[in-house]
């Protein structure tokens, strides 16, 4: 930029960045007028003059100063009519909205000295030329123009919100001695500047200038119809101070987003869409419940206006699955990029590019779909498959989608349909591109899952992620699924993100802990054991529990790092107890991946001798789920520990058939039945937790029942037959310390 132009910008620069002091001084100003006013020194209307003539004066200060603008910029004659067009736009809207906040101002000064019979009209007349003036200024300020598409679109998003306003706004306003229609009226009004105000103030553009001067404007439309709607005569009193607040940061923000705009580009950011669905129907219900307690019943009108907002929603699902093509305007943008036909790195530059040549206002959603070939193809059967799987796409999508094939055997689609239609979509993409692949005399075989999004004004890029992360969370959970994004899902993975860099190093750091949950005997409730858990006491992700670490554990493949250091802290705990005269067993849980590494058994063993521990007094827990995959290996590890004098444990027992009949190669000790056991059966005079022990009486097992949370679970466990039980009702984990405290109620804890 040149030098000249740098010092005639200089000033408008300046004077968007002003300290705010004046803005605050007024805003207090208005504040100290309007307890007067409600106080009663002084006239409400006394106060609308004196705070609309303040407020009006400072924005028109602002106003004034950018109508003057800077001098003609420097440069060549083209690109200095080019520049002096560019620069004309503001001024020409500063202008104009210079003279609608200085009308509003002189509106609310001259209500005072008008007669009571006189004020609507004057505040009308007020009403009427400012309106005109923000009409005009705003409109030379906006720097694009939505397509036909764009503003259909919007129109319907607005249409439910603005009839549950209007409908709230004549449930609300008074109704003694005005005819209906100009009731009627004065509602549609204030429902309309309503709904205008909140999608401003929760669209993309909501931080940008000129947003911000539309929603001024807004309030300072609101605030007159307000005044004008003012019953004649002494009864408007108080009701005048209604207007104050609209009127007095309407100009303000009028001012401030003139500034704005004319320095700033404009900015986008993702529209907030619960305001939008939530203010609305609960600005009626407070409205109903307000006609219920002075008495009233909801009129025809008030009918009327409640079914007038079901069209809306129809016709915006409506609009939403046929996209309205034929609707758009040709615009002079670039033409979408075709969808690429194979893989590499330009299908996802195509992608980001459709993102961002959709007209605003964005619909639609984008799916990411993750194919998960079961097997490792070489490169070109790779190609051939992601071709297929384009065409499967295609063949399920809607004309006017488009199917972008992603590198690493994914694929994505952008679709104009709405929520239902894009959610049955993705369900169809999974049936078409699960089904085999037959490519290069092979068979392969996919378990896709599928990422939605929302489309909105934000980034392509950050859509996509979005999307991408939804998918991650559909792989998560199993494949073959289709998973919505929600800022939950992202709370969900950050999380998962945090574990992942935070557990490798924990147990050097020393973070980890045991905490011990006692096993009592039921019929004399007296320890006969405890349970070691694992928690992970991290200063930034707080207390983790197995259930959320071990997961993370296992696929960072340190499993067997934290299995280590949880059975040489156990044992080290049960040689303390075992010093202090106590003869208990101290259970410790593996994983299958742990239980069936080759050196599992004779390291066990190398930590029992080197504190001194009998082997009697150690439980090997195992999940009874996670053993079936390597049944004979774990029947080796166990049946090894056996031969140790290790007792060995079943955990999560299911009580299924198969769980039953895999019991008999297990050579286990004892078997662990979770409370869901005990209300299973089908005969309520002999439920499965009675087959289950009788069962393991044969097989010489000892059952205990876990996760006991009631005095009823632990009476139907003993009335059963179990001999030990573990649970919250009989008590809960707890440090060392705290359990030995409790051992000491007890004058023997040998078992």
């Known amino acids: 930029m040149p030098v000249a132009s740098v010092f005639r910008a200089a000033p408008l620069r300046a004077s968007a960045h002003r300290p705010l002091l004046p803005e605050i001084c007024v ?16 006239p409400a209307l006394a106060v609308v003059a004196l705070a609309g003539a303040a407020a009006s004066t400072l924005a028109g200060v602002r106003l004034s100063r950018l109508t003057l603008g800077p001098d003609s910029p420097a440069g060549g004659p083209l690109a200095g009519r080019v520049a002096r067009r560019r620069a004309a736009r503001p001024r020409r809207a500063a202008a104009l909205l210079h003279a609608a906040v200085v009308t509003a101002g002189l509106t609310a ?18 009403l009427a030329g400012t309106t005109a003036l923000l009409g005009g200024g705003l409109f030379s300020l906006h720097r694009s123009r939505p397509s036909i598409r764009g503003r259909l679109h919007r129109l319907l998003d607005q249409a439910a919100p603005g009839v549950c306003l209007i409908l709230a706004a004549w449930l609300l306003l008074p109704y003694a001695g005005v005819p209906a229609p100009l009731r009627l009226a004065v ?26 001067c539309r929603a001024g404007g807004g309030l300072t439309l609101l605030a007159l119809v307000l005044l004008a709607a003012l019953p004649a005569g002494p009864a408007a009193g108080r009701a005048a101070l209604l207007a104050v607040p609209p009127l007095v ?33 609960v600005a009626v219900v407070l409205a109903v419940v307000h006609q219920l307690q002075v008495g009233l019943l909801p009129d025809r009108t008030a009918v009327l206006l409640a079914l007038a907002v079901i069209p809306p929603l129809v016709a915006r699902e409506l609009f939403g699955a046929a996209g309205l093509t034929g609707l758009e305007e040709p615009t002079a943008t670039a033409p979408t990029p075709a969808p690429a036909e194979s893989g590499g790195s330009t299908g996802r530059v195509a992608l980001l590019g459709a993102l961002a040549a ?138 998962r993100l945090d574990l992942e860099r935070e557990l490798p190093g924990a147990v050097a750091r020393g973070e980890l802990d045991l905490v011990y949950q006692p096993v009592l005997g ?11 858990l694992l928690r992970w006491r991290n200063p930034v992700l707080g207390t983790v529990f197995p259930a959320e670490l071990l997961p993370v554990a296992e696929d960072l493949d340190i499993m067997g790092e934290l299995g280590v250091w949880v059975l040489d802290r156990a044992c080290r705990q049960l040689a303390d107890w075992t010093v202090g005269g106590r003869r208990l067993w101290m259970a410790v849980n593996v994983t299958t991946r742990e239980l069936t590494s080759p050196d599992f058994v004779p390291r066990t063993a190398a930590v029992l001798e080197a ?20 049944l004979p290996t774990v029947v080796a590890r166990l049946a090894g520990l056996r031969s140790m004098g290790i007792r060995t444990a079943l955990d999560d027992f299911r009580a299924e058939q198969a769980s039953l009949a895999q019991l008999r190669r297990l050579p286990i000790d004892l078997l662990k039945v979770g409370p869901e056991v005990a209300t299973a059966g089908g005969d309520p005079h002999r439920p499965l937790l009675d087959v ?49 405290a409790y051992f000491e109620e007890f004058p023997s804890t040998s078992r």
């Open 27 to 42: 805003l207090a100003v208005a504040a100290v007028l309007i307890a007067l006013g409600a106080a009663g020194p002084v």
């Open 109 to 126: 000064a001259v209500l005072p000295l008008a007669s009571a019979g006189y004020r609507p009209a004057a505040a009308a007349a007020g």
């Open 187 to 212: 509602a549609v009004v204030l429902g309309l500047l309503a709904v205008d105000a909140l999608a401003v103030l929760t669209g993309p553009g909501r931080d940008g200038g000129s947003d911000r």
């Open 249 to 281: 940061v309407g100009v303000l923000l009028v001012a401030a987003g003139v500034r704005q705009a004319a320095q700033d580009a404009p900015t986008r950011q993702t529209a907030l869409v619960w305001p939008r669905a939530v203010l609305p129907p």
């Open 358 to 495: 959709r007209p605003e206002p964005v619909s639609g959603a984008l799916l990411v779909v993750d194919l998960h070939l079961t097997e490792l193809p070489g490169r070109l059967v790779r190609d051939d498959v992601a071709a297929e799987a384009v065409r499967r796409a295609r063949a399920v999508a809607a004309d006017e989608d488009e199917v972008f094939d992603l590198p690493g055997s994914g694929l994505a689609v952008v679709s104009g349909s709405g929520p239902v239609l894009a959610y049955a979509l993705g369900t169809r993409l999974l049936s078409a591109l699960s089904r085999p692949y037959e490519v290069s005399g092979a068979v392969l075989r996919s378990r896709p899952s599928v990422g939605l999004a929302e489309l909105g004004r934000g980034r392509p890029e950050d859509l996509f992620r979005q999307a991408d992360l939804a998918r991650r969370r559909a792989a998560q959970l199993g494949r073959d699924r289709v998973e919505w994004y929600d800022a939950y899902l992202e709370e969900q993975l950050v999380r």
């Open 522 to 532: 039921l019929a004399d409730r007296a320890p006969v054991g405890t349970e070691a």
């Open 611 to 630: 504190y001194g521990v009998g082997p009697d007094q150690l439980v090997i827990e195992v999940a009874e789920p996670k053993v079936a995959a390597e």
């Open 692 to 740: 289950v022990v009788t069962v393991a009486e044969r097989l010489g097992l000892e059952v205990v029942a876990e996760e006991l949370e009631s005095a009823h679970q632990v009476e139907g466990a003993h009335r059963a037959g179990c001999r030990y039980g573990q649970g919250f009702e009989l008590a809960r984990p707890a440090t060392a310390e705290r359990v030995e």
